[in-house]
């Protein structure tokens, strides 16, 4: 097995950083094809680094960072990758053989086969608009009459004779008016109109029927016969 030579250099404001074979042990730094076997890096933080076809043979990734790393075609032979993070490293090409997976995080892993490895994503707890999405449905209101009146009918000797219909409503997009059984005519929500009575000494009724969006409301009558 090749020696493997490792320096300790202290930076500014007392930052370590260790070096093997001049790779720098830290998060995205590229030293790919190089012996890193045997070294102890225990905990180290190897997140976006690349290590692409690294001689890691025996060596110590227990509790390492190696998340979103490179390790493809690298050398994994009684490697220590206990408790070690995987999340989403790639391990294509890679040599797999007697290493200490135990307690490692893979998730989003690839494979070294080229296949994603989930075994330890966790199952989300976040709810997507189409998860959720629902149509409120607001009940319409009802549409009421609240003023209803009728003026009297003066036949003096005609066989027919005017009544003045006038009304306001609630909730209303228009209104049906009807005298006895004759077809309805329409209006507006609210206003006046003039409907034709017979003149027969009968009372005759005039219904007035609000209606909305939502159908017809509770509809009002009232009677009128000749003075």
Sequence with gaps: MATVVAILLVGCGGSDTQTVNGCDIESGTQCANIDLS??????????????????????????????????????????????????????????????????????????????????????????????????????????????????????????TGPVTVTWETENATAVEIAVDTASPTSGGPSGSTTVVVACDGNPHAITITPRSDSGAGVPDTKEVSAS
């Design 38 to 159: 045997g070294a102890d890096l225990e905990g180290a933080d190897l997140s976006r680094a690349g290590r692409s076809g690294t001689n890691l043979e025996g060596t110590n990734l227990s509790g390492a960072n190696l998340s979103e790393a490179d390790l493809t075609d690298a050398k994994l032979v009684n490697t220590n990758l206990e408790d070690a993070d995987l999340t989403s490293a790639n391990l294509t090409g890679a040599t797999i053989t007697d290493t200490d997976l135990d307690g490692a995080t893979l998730c989003g892993t690839t494979r070294t086969d080229g296949t994603t490895d989930d075994t330890d994503c966790q199952a989300s707890t976040d709810t997507t608009a189409t998860d959720t999405d629902s149509t409120e449905t607001t009940e319409a209101a009802e549409a009421t009459v609240t003023s209803f009146d009728l003026s009297e009918l003066d036949c003096g000797s005609a066989m």
